[in-house]
């Protein structure tokens, strides 16, 4: 369901990263925000939709659970390295 990911802003260190970005879904860019931290067994990371956004989504017809299924794509992107870093 996700065309692109984007990161565009990275804030913390060591154990956790604070980022913002954006993902486009066919064809609306929306934002996001999340957090990397280590733990055992290696990086976690909780991403989600900025909540005017999902409304913009909803609104375009998707539902709630495509929503969620879209934020977990969304983290399993992010830890697999699947997305672009906008230098400023």
Do not use: H, W
Not at 20 to 44: A, D, H, I, T, W
Not at 66 to 82: P, R, T
Request: include cysteine.
């Amino acid at each position: 369901m996700i065309e692109e990911v984007s990161i565009e802003d990275v804030m913390g260190d060591y154990p956790f990263k604070l980022f913002r970005g954006k993902l486009c879904c066919k064809g609306l860019y929306v934002r996001f925000e999340g957090v990397v931290y280590q733990s055992v067994g290696g990086p976690n990371v909780r991403a989600s939709i900025d909540e005017q956004d999902a409304k913009t989504l909803l609104a375009k017809g998707l539902t709630l659970q495509e929503i969620a299924a879209l934020e977990l794509e969304l983290q399993q992107k992010i830890l697999n390295g699947d997305v672009s870093i906008e230098r400023g």
